[in-house]
């Protein structure tokens, strides 16, 4: 069997004297891992940094096996986003959702093409810029894995007016009034989600932002299959904290 595809480096394992076992998000094949001859030599390693899009040829002799890679570099962002550390932040927090979250050999392009829209921001721009990217490449995840949240209308009302939650439990917006009652109980719903400015709130929006996605993807992508957020992606969490709390 055989088959090419784009695709983004995710992780690379030492296997053997000089191999890696490569973690790959590709546009047609899902999250699929292979072995790479000579991956763990430091040619290797140069070019299946993390976040750097290659293409992929992979052949097995049947398809349940894990089959061996070969890679040529497509575009390499390791320059543009290593010797920054809230790019690099990001850029760990990408792929270990996208390890965690992401059944393996399990199609999903348009998970595939959020992240190269989202790793080019990373690399070309500051974290205010990217990180509202990021809330919404994590909520086209959860929609592609079906959990999609429910922004459009508070979940009380009926309104499209004045939302500003997001209930914990169902994942559908509240409007102000509606959530009044129980409002400790609810997470924030940014405004850069619905088209607003944030003004002079911005960085607590994309720390709430960040804080609403960690949290259903915990609740309905993670704990059901025994599994917990990733470090990286809780660093990331931490960062928009800082961020806002120094602004």
């Known amino acids: 069997m055989e088959w090419s595809d784009e695709a983004i480096v995710l992780s690379l394992r030492r296997h053997g004297e000089s191999s890696g076992i490569?973690?790959?998000?590709?546009?047609?094949?899902?999250?699929?891992?292979?072995?790479?001859r000579g991956g763990s030599a430091p040619k290797g390693r140069a070019l299946l940094q993390s976040g750097n899009r290659v293409k992929l040829t992979w052949r097995a002799r049947l398809s349940e096996?894990?089959?061996?890679?070969?890679?040529e570099l497509a575009r390499s962002r390791?320059?543009?986003i290593f010797e920054r550390r809230a790019a690099l932040?990001?850029?760990?927090?990408?792929?270990?959702?996208?390890?965690?979250?992401?059944?393996?050999?399990e199609p999903h392009a348009a998970a595939f093409e959020g992240a190269e829209a989202l790793l080019e921001t990373i690399a070309e721009h500051d974290f205010e810029d990217w990180a509202p990217l990021f809330v919404r490449w994590e909520l086209g995840l959860l929609e592609e894995l079906g959990f999609g949240l429910d922004l459009?209308?508070?979940a009380a009302t009926g309104s499209a007016d004045d939302l500003i939650y997001v209930s914990p439990r169902t994942g559908r917006a509240v409007s102000r009034a509606g959530g009044e009652a129980?409002?400790?109980?609810?997470?924030?719903?940014?405004?850069?989600?619905l088209g607003r400015q944030a003004g002079s709130t911005k960085t607590h929006d994309l720390l709430a932002?960040?804080?609403?996605?960690?949290?259903?993807?915990?609740?309905?992508?993670?704990?059901?299959?025994?599994?917990?957020?990733?470090?990286?992606?809780?660093?990331?969490?931490?960062?928009?904290?800082?961020?806002?709390?120094?602004?």
């Open 182 to 193: 129980y409002r400790d109980r609810l997470l924030a719903l940014p405004n850069f989600l």
């Open 22 to 36: 490569l973690e790959a998000l590709t546009r047609s094949h899902g999250r699929h891992l292979g072995l790479v």
């Open 209 to 247: 932002g960040l804080q609403l996605t960690q949290h259903f993807l915990a609740q309905w992508v993670l704990t059901p299959h025994d599994k917990t957020v990733p470090e990286a992606r809780i660093r990331l969490t931490d960062l928009a904290a800082r961020t806002a709390e120094s602004a």
């Open 65 to 71: 096996h894990l089959g061996i890679y070969t890679v």
């Open 89 to 105: 932040t990001g850029l760990n927090a990408f792929a270990a959702v996208a390890a965690a979250a992401l059944p393996e050999r």
């Open 152 to 154: 459009a209308r508070c």
């Open 78 to 80: 390791a320059g543009d």
